[in-house]
C-alpha cells in the first residue's frame, strides 16, 4: 500500500454522488474459524447505477494508505463485489494487501483521477462475526449486522451493539450485570453462550474453578463482547480458558497422542481468555515448545491480536507489556529450578547474553490447577526489538541460521570470520565478543544437550548494529562428570556451533578460557552459586511441590529437594572437571592463584569484570591464560598498590598466573600520605 493525503472537506459533496458505494465491512473473524473467506476481512461494493461500472484504478484508502484496484475488477448494475482484504492479492484481483482494524477505521473509495472521494465509510469497533453496513444497499444510514450477508442483498440490522456484562465474585457467589433492557446468557461447561443459553436472573453460587462464560443480548442490538472468568483464582494467579472442543479432541490443539508436533502454525491457534490479577482479555493460544510438545505438561504461546478480539497488550508483573508471551511449562525434570539459576546467574554476570525476563505463576487451563509456570516475552522481534531501543532487529535461529527476522547474511559473514580464525578485534566490529563467550562458558558449564539447536543470535538493524546472543531453554543438563569438552568442542559445525572455533583460535580460546576461570571464582562459584540455588528453592519450594503433585502420576518429575539437591551437585562438582578437561585439551598447565585484599573488607578484586566475593580467595587458574585484574576501593578508602607484581602501580593489571602464585590488593584511608599524615 502507498501513502495517500486528501483535501476532505470540499470533496465530501463528491462523495454523495457516487453510484458504486462501500456497502458493507466485516472486520473480525467469525469465532471459531480460520478467518479465511467470509470468516475473514472483507469489503463489499454496491452499485446503483442501472449500468455495470468499471473498477481498475479506483483507490481504496485506509488509514492514509492507499490500494489500487486491479484494471479487470467491475460491477454489474445493481450488484455487489465482495473485496477479500486477506494480504493475499496473488490470489486473484479481488483479494486486496490489507486488513481491517477490529476497532474501527474509515474507508474512503476515490476515482482513477486521485482527487475524486466517491466514498466515506466509517465502522466502530465490531464483535467478532458481526458486519456493518448500509440498509438497505447503497442507503445513507448504516447498522449493525448480527448475520453478515458478502455479496447478498443487506438484511435486517440493528442500530447499535450491547455492553458486555460486569462479573463480580465474593465468597464464593458470582453477580452479573448489564446496563439497559439487555438480558444476560451464560454458560458453566466452557462453550459459549447464545441466546438460548442459561438466563441469569439470580447470583450464581458456584464452585472453586468454575468458568462462567456470559454475554448480553437485546433485540435491538448484536450480541456485544464475551466476558469470561474462572471462579477462585488465587491472587498471583493466571487463568487461562477455552471452548473444550478447542482444547482436546479432532480441532484442539492438545493432541497428546502425536505429540502436538504436526498441529502448528495458524491454523491450530485457537480463541482464549487470559484472566491475570484485576484484568481479563480474549487473546490467541497456540502449544509451544519443540521437544517438549510429547510431554503431558504443555507449554504456551498468547498472542493479543485483533483477530482475537484482543483490546490491547498483555502485562507482566513487571509492569510491561506485550503483543506475545510465554508460558513456559518446565516441564522436564528440574527445568524450573535450573533455568531460574542459570538466568540469574547470567544477569549476575553482567548481562552479556540475553535472557527473557521471566515470572513464576501458578496457572489454571478451564479451572484446573495446571501447576507452576513461567511468564515472559517471547524471544522474538518485539522482546528483541525493545532491548534495541524499538528500532527493527535481525534474528536468526538454529544451526542452520534460519532467519526469523531481516536477512541472515551479516550472520553468516560473522560465521565465516570464526570459521577462518580472524582475530578477536576483527570479530569485535561483527559481534559482542563477551556476548559469545559468555554463552560458551554456560553451554559448557550446563552441558546441555541440545546447545546447538537452542540457538539465536539477534542484532540492530543497520550497519552499526552487532551480533549478541539470547541464553534460553537451560534446562537439559549433562551430569556434572560428563566428559562435555571432547563432546563440545570437537565436533563438526553446525552441531556445535562456536566452541570449536573458538578453541582453534588461540587468542579467542584465551580470552574464553580466562572468562570461564572468572566464572568460576565468582558467579559459578559454590560460595556464590549455592546461596543463589538455596534462596531459589527456599522461594519456590512449595509451589514446586504443589506442580509435583499434579504431574507426578503423569510424568516423571523430582521432588524440589530432589531438584535442589542436583542443582547444588552440579555447582560443586562442575567447576573442577571442566578445569582438569579444558587442561587436558588444550595442553594448559592448571596452577593456583591467591588473590587477597589488605585491609579485609577495604575494597575489592574483581577478575575479568567479576568481583570476587571474600578479601581472600584461592582460584584455579591456566598458567599462561592473561587475566585481567582491577582493584576496587570500599567508600573512605583509595588503592595504594599491588603486592605480587613488581612494577604494577595501575589499579588495573594484566596478570599472567604462571608468574604469580600471590597477589594482594593494597588500600589506604582516602588522603593518607604512606608517611604517618594526611
Not at 454496491?46 to 489500487?68: E, F, I, M, P, T
Not at 604469580?660 to 584511608?669: G, L, M, N
Request: aromatic share 6%.
Amino acid at each position: 500500500m502507498q501513502r495517500c493525503a486528501f483535501l476532505l472537506p470540499w470533496l465530501l459533496p463528491l462523495a454523495m454522488q457516487a453510484q458504486v458505494r462501500i456497502n458493507e465491512v466485516q472486520c473480525t473473524r467469525v469465532p471459531r474459524s480460520n478467518g479465511q473467506g467470509t470468516a475473514g476481512d472483507w469489503v463489499e461494493l454496491y452499485n446503483a447505477d442501472r449500468k455495470a461500472a468499471a473498477l481498475g484504478g479506483h483507490v481504496l484508502v485506509l488509514n492514509g494508505r492507499s490500494q489500487v484496484l486491479p484494471q479487470d475488477l467491475a460491477i454489474g448494475p445493481r450488484d455487489r463485489l465482495v473485496l477479500w482484504c486477506d494480504r493475499a492479492p496473488e490470489a486473484g484481483p479481488d483479494h486486496l494487501d490489507m486488513n481491517l482494524p477490529r476497532t474501527g477505521a474509515t474507508l474512503l473509495l476515490v476515482a482513477p483521477d486521485r482527487s475524486t472521494v466517491l466514498d466515506i465509510f466509517h465502522w466502530p469497533a465490531l464483535p467478532g462475526g458481526t458486519s456493518f453496513g448500509r440498509q438497505p444497499d447503497g442507503a445513507r444510514a448504516s447498522v449493525h449486522f448480527g448475520l453478515p450477508t458478502p455479496g447478498q442483498p443487506n438484511g435486517n440490522g440493528v442500530p447499535g451493539v450491547t455492553v458486555a456484562p460486569l462479573v463480580q465474585e465474593s465468597e464464593g457467589m458470582v453477580v452479573l450485570s448489564v446496563p439497559g433492557n439487555a438480558e444476560v446468557r451464560y454458560t458453566m461447561d466452557g462453550t459459549a453462550p447464545g441466546p438460548g443459553s442459561l438466563r441469569y436472573t439470580t447470583p450464581l453460587s458456584v464452585p472453586s474453578g468454575t468458568v462462567v462464560r456470559a454475554r448480553s443480548f437485546s433485540l435491538q442490538a448484536v450480541a456485544g463482547a464475551e466476558v469470561v472468568h474462572t471462579t477462585g483464582v488465587s491472587a498471583g494467579s493466571w487463568a487461562l480458558a477455552m471452548d473444550p472442543a478447542d482444547l482436546n479432541g479432532p480441532a484442539g490443539i492438545n493432541d497428546t497422542l502425536r505429540g502436538n508436533h504436526a498441529r502448528k502454525g495458524r491454523a491450530w491457534q485457537r480463541q482464549a481468555w487470559l484472566q491475570q490479577p484485576g484484568r481479563s482479555a480474549p487473546v490467541g493460544i497456540a502449544i509451544a515448545g519443540s521437544g517438549s510438545r510429547s510431554l503431558p505438561k504443555r507449554s504456551f504461546k498468547l498472542l493479543a491480536r485483533d483477530r482475537f478480539a484482543s483490546t490491547g497488550p498483555m502485562w507482566l508483573p513487571d509492569s510491561t507489556a506485550w503483543k506475545d508471551l510465554m508460558l513456559r511449562a518446565d516441564a522436564t525434570p528440574h527445568a524450573f529450578l535450573r533455568n531460574l539459576f542459570i538466568h540469574e546467574t547470567a544477569i549476575r554476570s553482567g548481562a552479556h547474553v540475553d535472557v527473557q525476563p521471566s515470572f513464576p505463576v501458578d496457572l489454571l487451563l478451564n479451572g484446573e490447577f495446571q501447576g507452576l509456570y513461567r511468564a515472559m516475552p517471547a524471544k522474538g522481534r518485539e522482546w528483541l526489538g525493545s532491548l534495541a531501543g524499538g528500532g527493527p532487529v535481525e534474528i536468526i535461529e538454529g544451526p542452520a541460521a534460519r532467519p526469523v527476522s531481516g536477512s541472515n547474511k551479516g550472520y553468516l559473514r560473522l560465521v565465516d570470520a570464526l570459521a577462518t580464525g580472524r582475530p578477536p578485534d576483527q570479530l569485535a566490529a561483527m559481534a559482542d565478543v563477551e556476548s559469545l563467550l559468555d554463552l560458551a562458558c554456560f553451554d559448557l558449564w550446563t552441558g546441555r544437550a541440545d546447545h546447538e539447536l537452542n540457538l539465536r543470535a539477534w542484532k540492530p538493524g543497520g550497519q552499526s548494529g552487532r551480533w549478541r546472543w539470547v541464553l534460553y531453554d537451560m534446562d537439559l543438563w549433562a551430569p556434572p562428570d560428563d566428559r562435555s569438552v571432547p563432546r563440545m568442542c570437537t565436533q563438526v559445525p553446525p552441531q556445535a556451533p562456536y566452541l570449536p572455533q573458538i578453541m582453534a583460535n588461540a587468542p579467542l580460546r584465551d580470552l574464553f578460557l580466562a572468562r570461564f576461570t572468572a566464572l568460576c571464582a565468582t558467579t559459578l562459584a559454590p560460595a556464590q552459586a549455592i546461596p543463589l540455588a538455596d534462596s531459589l528453592f527456599a522461594q519456590y519450594r512449595g509451589r514446586m511441590l504443589a506442580d509435583q503433585e499434579r504431574w507426578k502420576a503423569e510424568m516423571p518429575v523430582p521432588t524440589p529437594e530432589q531438584a535442589h539437591a542436583d542443582l547444588v551437585r552440579h555447582i560443586t562438582l562442575r567447576g573442577d572437571e571442566l578445569f582438569g578437561q579444558l587442561a587436558a585439551f588444550t595442553g594448559e598447565p592448571l596452577r593456583r592463584l591467591t588473590i587477597s585484599v589488605e585491609p579485609e573488607g577495604a575494597g575489592h578484586v574483581a577478575v575479568e569484570g567479576l568481583r570476587l566475593s571474600s578479601s581472600h580467595q584461592d582460584l584455579r587458574v591456566f598458567g599462561s591464560v592473561p587475566l585481567h585484574l582491577e582493584a576496587m576501593a570500599r567508600e573512605g578508602m583509595e588503592f595504594a598498590g599491588w603486592q605480587g607484581l613488581p612494577g604494577q602501580d595501575g589499579d588495573q593489571v594484566a596478570v599472567v598466573p604462571g608468574r604469580a602464585t600471590r597477589i594482594t590488593a593494597v588500600f589506604r584511608p582516602v588522603g593518607w600520605s604512606g608517611k604517618g599524615g594526611l
